[in-house]
Each structure stands twice: as C-alpha cells, then as structure tokens.
C-alpha cells in the first residue's frame, strides 16, 4: 500500500470554502472521504491498481458510505450473474441441450430476460452518484507514494497528478 494524500485546493473568489466528497474505487467505493474542506488534505493508503476517483458536491444524502459500497457491489454482482445466465442459457438453447426445453421459446425467452437483467443492473451500476462534478477512471496508482490535488479553474474540477 501507497500512501496518497489528496489536497482540495477549490476555493475560488466565488465560493470560498466548497467542501468535496472524494473516493477511490476498485470496481466500488473503497477508500473516501466526505466533506473534504477547501485547504484540506486527506491520506489514501492505495494499493498499485487502476482505481476510479469521484467527488461529489454534498448533497442531502450524497455521501460515499459502506452501504454505498455494499449496493454497488450488489448491483455489479447481479449484472454479472445475469449476463453469466443469459450466455449460458442462450448457448445451450441453440445448441438444443436444455433438459425439459430443447429449443423451446420458453428457453429462448429465459435467456432474453436473464439478458434485460443484465443490462437493467449494469446500467444501475454504472450511475454516478448524485452531485458528481469529477470522474477520472483508470487512475494508475504507481509502486510509491504520490500526491493529488482537487483544483477548479474556469468552472471546471480538475485532478492534478503532482508526480507525473
């Protein structure tokens, strides 16, 4: 694990203290931090893995949380499974060697809906949270300790890699 302090410089002539909530995801929330304040700086212990970062203008109830975390990977789960389900089901359909169906429509039918599942949950999962004014994905955290910083000029949030 790296250590990774992240700094949020986003205070501007307009909005003097803009308080962030930040994470670090590997496929879900798994290192955060709310109400980041402005001149405030929060440490990640990370692993050297692409990770995803949000944050998020607080909102009534926009927090990163571990039921949060338990509902994405819930969501994720589910989409996988049904898109495992559906896969399986339609290749075996047209192969004819479901027991009980064959090639029935039925079988066919199994596979459609198992698909839509897939799609419906996957499509949940990959929502943003509410208030989300910065996303990078695929974010390489590299084998040593490294420095973030939140900043926002011209109305625009920006993460800014101070090593690389």
């Not at 996988?80 to 399986?88: E, K, Q």
């Not at 990959?126 to 300790?145: A, Q, R």
């Amino acid at each position: 694990m790296y250590t990774c302090p992240l700094s949020n410089n986003t205070s501007t002539f307009e909005t003097p203290r803009l308080p962030l909530h930040v994470s670090f995801s590997i496929a879900v929330p798994i290192q955060y931090k709310n109400d980041l304040s402005s001149g405030e700086t929060a440490a990640f212990p990370l692993s050297s893995v692409p990770h995803t970062f949000e944050a998020r203008l607080p909102k009534d109830g926009n927090e990163f949380s571990s039921e949060e975390t338990w509902r994405k990977a819930e969501e994720l789960g589910i989409a996988v499974a049904s898109g495992t389900a559906a896969i399986v089901a339609g290749t075996a359909w047209a192969l004819g060697s479901i027991p009980f169906f064959g090639r029935s429509p039925a079988a066919l039918a199994g596979a459609g809906m198992a698909w839509n599942n897939a799609h419906t949950y996957g499509a949940k999962y990959g929502t943003c949270g509410d208030g989300t004014v910065l996303k990078v994905d695929h974010l390489l955290i590299p084998f040593h300790d490294k420095f973030y910083e939140i900043k926002k000029e011209e109305n625009r949030f920006a993460l800014v890699d101070h090593d690389g």
